[in-house]
């Protein structure tokens, strides 16, 4: 290869399917594909248009390098699953990995061979918008499914047609952006970044994902695109990674207004000598690089070892093989949307949904007594919104609306009175007296209301998270009736439900279902299906309460103690606690925990130990419940947080049923990076948790010894 053809190979360029940063319209992409000076492209969709410009690559290049083509099925391609903060909300690693595994069949059988993702950042803001692509604020949690989510896109063999490369995005940090602000710097301590941000990151270069993916932020002042203490330190010395790291965006380019680069060559210069491997989309490296390494700026070793990687990926992706394997119009017309991936999506969705308020009013069934219904709210129609933020090649035309999800459920037995009642973010007063007339002809409302689909996502960020426009006036104009109101929300991120939680009847977290919405909340609302989702993001009471997160450190001076006394760790103006804490949500059955026991009180550093809890359905019916396991290392060398998931299980009862639910654990779960950044546990005590959530807790004491 020449050193043109090397560079090529590095050089990443964007189609017309997704413009998500600065487009190059005008660049002569066409004659670099010829040349062999381009190696990959994204956001090219479809198995005709991928092959259309692989012919190119393949048949006139000199080398003949086939193309990889990436893409951002982010929770689904064409069959759109739940926004992946709602499928955390599952606490279902088994679903998890499945919708990536189906996500991977469809954008495989679409001419996708790399998808960019999962997002694996922890979110503490709900004023980020890409909270609603993540796994939320805890660590332990994230990382797991960031290892589920990377099975399911990759599978067992990358040589299969039905897998896709996986990237973990965005290296690293990137959800502690300030003020909750996309592409915003980010300062934290080492000590939060190893022991609160790597871990999922971790997770995932350990289940063998084949490309880490550079975050946009600047970290402690140094972008991470060049950071070197993340990329050469931690992620090549430390983790042994071995695969692609590819910019996000344009990142390479960006490092002018970073104010770290003088022009698009000393980015490229900087990117490279950071062992960045892959362009994407910044013309840096094509523009650039070949002078650079001609002068001796980059040495031509480095360039040589990202080309091996590259090159190495379209080898287990089979394309040196056959470069078109995954440009088959048949498989496309088979895999996409089919019944299996619908019904699959179905459930999905049901066991994303939380139950955050039930004042007895759920489920509706033909026994309530009820025979009316007032379907309420701007998103009842809404198809579109449905899909959420990034939903590749979803179309709303597939989507099933709350409405039509209503009518095949509960239109043979129910009258059913619709009024869209206000838009979604109207500025100007609107007139409420149609949804009013319907609510107050009916026995019961279903208000369904929240953010639009486009309201999260990248650069989609909030300084107000309440409920957008007059959907606020609407609800409390429909309290006034006097019916049971039953709110109904989608969002992609925690809002702020104060006069909600305090008035509804009852009310449904839905977050963005994707296409199978309808279906899976009727699903819901009728007790065909007992909710069993559980948060994974604390809903604040406020936004002055941002960030809120449950396994946050102590005071000097906590509340609880001496709640009091003045000088206290509090608010004049608020309560310090959450609305919803993590890991909340109801269901139509009660349980019950007791008897948490340990097998030992007492344990040597490499010992392992087993905890045990009773848990007992208590209702009529029988429903799922996620049991939750959490430590606090009591004494330590630098502040441990007052509670850390370390485990969870999720169990299946019947009406009056009871299980013992084992846990078995040893000191390894309990270490942490300590004040020398070593991966280290400590002799002491530590006190275990276990409940439905994590404020609601029965506790023991272990003590480890050396």
């Known amino acids: 290869m020449t050193l043109e053809e ?11 399917d997704a413009v998500t940063g600065p487009h190059n319209p005008n660049s002569n ?14 956001n090219v969709v479809g198995a005709d248009k991928t092959y259309k410009y692989q012919k190119i690559a393949v048949e006139e290049s000199r080398l003949r390098i086939p193309l990889i083509f990436g893409h951002d099925v982010i929770h689904g391609c064409k069959t759109i699953f739940p926004i992946p903060l709602a499928e955390s909300c599952s606490w279902d690693l088994d679903i998890i990995e499945l919708s990536a595994q189906i996500a991977a069949i469809e954008a495989s059988a679409m001419g996708l061979h790399w998808t960019f993702a999962p997002m694996v950042d922890i979110a503490r803001d709900p004023r980020w918008g890409r909270i609603a692509e993540g796994g939320g604020e805890d660590t332990y949690l994230a990382s797991k499914i960031a290892e589920a989510r ?25 959800g502690a952006s300030e003020a909750g602000r996309d592409y915003n710097q980010v300062d934290i301590s080492e000590n939060s970044l190893r022991n609160i941000y790597l871990p999922p990151f971790k997770s995932a270069s350990d289940a063998g994902v084949t490309s880490f993916m550079n975050a946009f932020n600047v970290l402690n002042g140094i972008p991470a695109t060049i950071n070197e203490l993340l990329v050469k330190s931690i992620l090549k010395e430390e983790w042994k990674f071995a695969g692609i790291v590819v910019s996000d965006y344009n990142s390479i380019g960006e490092l002018i207004q970073h104010g770290v680069a003088n022009d698009k ?27 650079l390494v001609r002068e001796g700026k980059v040495a031509e070793s480095i360039i040589d070892i990202a ?30 949307l089919n019944k299996g991936n619908r019904d699959f999506a179905r ?33 009842t129609e809404s198809k579109f919104d449905m899909l959420g933020s990034w939903y590749c090649a979803g179309d709303e035309n597939d989507v099933v609306s709350f ?14 009175n619709y009024s869209k009642g206000c838009e979604i973010d109207s500025l100007y007063k609107e007139d409420f007296s149609e949804a009013i007339n319907f609510a107050e002809q009916s026995e019961i409302i279903f208000a369904y209301v929240g953010e639009a689909g486009l309201m999260s996502g990248e650069a989609s960020c909030r300084t107000d998270i309440s409920l957008p426009g007059n959907q606020l006036s609407l609800l409390k104009e429909l309290k006034k009736t006097g019916k049971p109101l039953v709110v109904v929300l989608s969002n992609g991120r925690p809002l702020e439900i104060n006069w909600l939680a305090e008035n509804a009847d009852a009310i449904l977290e839905t977050w963005f279902l994707g296409v199978e919405a309808g279906n899976a909340l009727a699903d819901i609302i009728s007790g065909d299906f007992n909710p069993s989702g559980k948060l994974t993001v604390t809903f604040p009471r406020n936004m002055g309460q941002i960030p809120i997160y449950y396994n946050h450190l102590n005071t000097g001076r906590p509340l609880y103690e001496n709640p009091t006394e003045h000088y206290r760790s509090r608010y004049l103006d608020s309560s310090i606690e959450p609305l919803f804490p993590f890991g909340f949500g109801l269901s139509y059955t009660k349980f019950e925990y007791s008897n948490f026991s340990l097998s030992k009180n007492k344990i040597a550093i490499m010992e392992k130990f087993i905890a045990t809890v009773d848990v007992k359905n208590l209702g009529a019916i029988a429903g799922e419940e996620i049991v939750q396991l959490y430590i606090h290392d009591k004494v330590a060398t630098i502040s441990r947080p007052v509670k850390e998931l370390k485990s969870f299980k999720k169990i299946y009862l019947a009406s009056g049923e009871m299980k013992k639910v084992e846990f078995n654990l040893s000191a390894e779960d309990f270490k942490y990076y300590d004040k020398n950044m070593e991966w280290n546990i400590e002799p002491g005590k530590i006190e275990l948790f276990v409940g439905p959530n994590s404020e609601e807790l029965l506790m023991q004491e272990i003590e480890i010894t050396n």
């Open 265 to 291: 060559r000393e980015s490229a210069e900087l990117a490279a000598n950071a062992l960045c491997d892959m362009d994407m989309a910044g013309y840096c490296y094509r523009d650039h690089l070949v002078e």
């Open 29 to 42: 992409d066409g004659e670099d594909l010829r040349k062999g000076l381009v190696g990959s492209m994204l």
């Open 307 to 336: 080309v091996e990687k590259i090159l190495t990926l379209k080898y287990r992706l089979g394309l040196f093989e056959d470069p078109y394997r995954y440009c088959k119009p048949n498989r496309e017309n088979e895999l996409l």
């Open 6 to 16: 090397k560079v090529g190979q590095m050089h990443q360029i964007a189609g017309n």
């Open 150 to 174: 990377v099975k399911g896109f990759q599978g067992n063999d990358l040589g299969s047609l039905n897998t896709v490369a996986a990237c973990a995005k965005h290296f690293a940090a990137y």
């Open 347 to 379: 459930d999905c969705a049901r066991k994303s949904i939380v139950l955050l308020k039930n004042n007895g009013v759920l489920p509706l069934t033909k026994n309530s007594g009820i025979k009316k219904i007032a379907l309420i709210g701007p998103l």
């Open 403 to 416: 409405y039509e999800g209503m009518k095949n459920r509960f239109g043979k037995d129910f009258e059913i």
